[in-house]
């Protein structure tokens, strides 16, 4: 029983980490690039690396991770992985070396989300510690650092490499105390991730969760410029990120209450509903000051899609395919989905404005929300997920 509360505090450890590194890999990265001289166009096509790098990464590690004596050995490697790319990029400037630099991090970097969540919900099967008050340890972790980063960055932003380069490597170390959880391929019959793809439901749930979050890919690409085009500071904008970040903690104190109540398809479908809703206002209102309380809406929408479709994968994917399963999620979510938000995104920004894409982005949402809940009412779905 000790033991077993040992990894908890690891677990709540390493996720508390992990996504300080992507507080301060996230925000901070396209300020080092505008002061080391980049214009948006080299800045807009280095940031683009890292979801086309996700693309290829996600399936190969997945499956990697599916066949390892311990999928753990295949995190390690990730991390690992992640602190060598990392410290080496303030070696050069040239954009060449950049692009080089970030698809090696990106590579390593985007498969430790996943996999820890297939280690994670894998191991408290066995428990009674619920998935959602460990992630939120994701979310204080982001929150905290944002605000210690942005505090270091003022003074020395290079200095971004060698705290994300710490962070990761006291990762490193507590990822060898976490327990083992095996790769269930490992000296066993291989499983070709396609499989995934004979479970109809799953394929319905992440196209639904790619158009959602192709939605999300948007806000994430040009929210901060649209926001400063409103009269927002920098200043406001952290706190406009904050709030968003916080916000996520309501729905994780009570995700599996949720997701056990009222099940992951009408959990998604409402997280769907908040989004259009969202997107609408922000087409709307003109004043940054208002935009404040409205962020409090990210935490029904980000957070939800991550947490239900990783529940499910956990519940309803053979134990064979799990690691692979979490990581295609990954892909769709992270990867084409931001790929999509932002290129598209950004050429109907260049056509008719900012907020008139929010407009299309809400009557999008809505638009998916209506589709699938005739598709589900109507046989698409077959468990009770």
Known sequence: MEERN??????????????????????????????IGYGQTAIG????????????????????????????????????????????????????????????????????????????????????WKFGLIRMAGTIGFAVMSVVAGAIAKRYISAIFVLCFAVIILNFIISFFLPKVKGYQFNAPKVAIWELFKNRELVLLMIFNLVIQTTLGFYYAFFPIYFRSMGGDNALLGWAMFISAMSEIPFLLFADKILNKIGVYYTLLGSGVVAAVRWLILHFVTNPYVVLPLQALHGLIFIVLSIALATYINREVPKALRASGQTMNGLIGMGLSRIIGSMLGGALSDMVGIRQVFLYSSLLAFATVAAFGFIFANGGRHSQA
Not at 50 to 62: D, E, L, S, T
Request: aromatic share 18%; hydrophobic share 50%; proline share 4%.
């Open 45 to 128: 096509t280095l940031l683009a690396l890292g979801p086309f790098i996700a693309m290829i990464a996600q399936p190969v590690w997945g499956i990697a991770g599916d066949r390892a004596k311990a999928k753990n050995i295949i995190l390690q490697t990730l991390l690992l992985g992640s602190a060598i790319s990392i410290i080496m990029y303030p070696l050069s400037e040239s954009f060449y070396y950049l692009v080089f630099i970030m698809a090696m991090y990106t590579f390593f970097q985007t498969s430790i989300g996943p996999l820890i969540d297939a280690i994670t919900l894998e191991y408290i099967e066995k428990t009674h």
């Open 6 to 35: 040992n990894y908890l505090y690891y677990f709540i450890s390493f996720y508390a980490l992990s996504y300080m590194v992507n507080a301060v890999y996230g925000t901070f990265m396209p300020v080092y690039l505008d002061h």
